[in-house]
């Protein structure tokens, strides 16, 4: 009997044991997951502090400020630069008006105008000025920039080009002044290899007879478009010339070979352009012996 009851004892016992075990677990996994969801909520709470958005004073200015950057075009004057100085190309820097490369400089279709060649760098090799208002140079534009190889004057205003303007250029090999308003040509480098003034207001006596006896380098030679009455001495080293839409009328027996040498063969002219031209070219068949082929032009 004593044993039974001990038995009884010892079963009620465990059980209430486990029993309270078990509760005891299930108020601190509760703590637990409360704690958690404080935390959490507290990290919440704060980031929607964080991200609480501004008033509406504040989120106006800040459209107004986004926006006006946003449409505000490019090229939209800047009031804080004085009128003065926006108007005068002359009085800014080369290279913030210009895209300077390392021995390139480059100007085409500057704004504000550009009615004079710029200040370049010393090191400059190539100048690019097209389409700009530039109307005359001096002797002192490129005078200080000995290193120049090619300029390109294209589509300016240019009628005056003073005696020297590029006298010091020993290494210029390319000169560009096609459709400006020139009506006389300056003294060129002996070094060109390429020469173009098509679309000028050129005419024999704005172009003397040995204006390129001296460029024994000069392999392309344009002038066309202009009000030249007869053909200028062009050089042995010339393959391409084109001398069409002017006002030559004739054609010389040394124009192009040499007269009192029938053997004379012009090996390097490839190419000569005298189309648009009042000349019959026919009438001078004697003109043309020396050449590989006959020039393109009005043969009837």
């Known amino acids: 009997m004593t044993i039974l009851k001990w038995l009884f004892f010892t079963v009620i016992f465990v059980q209430w044991l486990a029993s309270s075990s ?4 299930y108020k601190n996994s509760q703590l637990r997951q409360d704690s958690v969801i404080t935390n959490q909520g507290n990290v919440l709470f704060n980031e929607e502090v964080k991200l609480q958005p501004r ?3 504040e989120t106006a200015l800040s459209v107004d400020q986004d926006s006006s950057m946003l449409f505000q075009p490019a090229d939209a004057p800047d009031d804080s630069i004085p009128p003065s100085a926006a108007e005068d190309a002359s009085e800014l820097p080369t290279c ?3 895209v300077c490369l390392t021995g390139s400089v480059y100007c085409e279709e500057v704004v504000p105008e550009m009615t004079a060649v710029p200040t370049l760098p010393k090191e400059t090799a190539y100048f690019y000025a097209r389409y700009n208002k530039i109307k005359k140079i001096t002797a002192k534009d490129f005078a200080d920039t000995v290193t120049l190889r090619r300029i390109d004057l294209t589509g300016n205003m240019i009628s005056d080009i003073e005696d020297g303007a590029f006298s ?3 290494m210029l ?3 560009s002044l096609a459709e400006n308003r020139l009506v006389k040509l300056p003294m060129l480098p002996s070094k060109l290899t390429s020469f173009n003034a098509n679309f000028n207001q050129l005419s024999t006596k704005g172009v003397k007879a040995t204006a390129f006896k001296k460029l024994t380098k000069l392999v392309n030679l344009f002038l066309a478009d202009n009000i030249l009455e007869a053909i200028p001495q062009i050089p042995e ?3 391409t010339v ?3 839409n ?3 009328t004739t054609v010389s027996a040394d124009s192009f070979c040499k007269g009192n040498d029938t053997y004379y063969i012009r090996s390097n002219l490839n190419e000569v352009r005298m189309d648009g031209n009042p000349v019959i070219l026919a009438k001078y068949p004697n003109s043309f012996t020396c050449l590989k082929s006959l020039p393109i032009g009005k043969y009837h």
């Open 168 to 170: 010091k250029l020993a």
């Open 22 to 25: 078990g509760k005891q677990f």
């Open 237 to 239: 080293s010339v393959r």
């Open 96 to 98: 913030l008006l210009c």
């Open 242 to 244: 084109h001398l069409q």
């Open 55 to 57: 008033s509406k004073r």
């Open 246 to 248: 002017n006002n030559i």
């Open 173 to 175: 090999e390319e000169l």
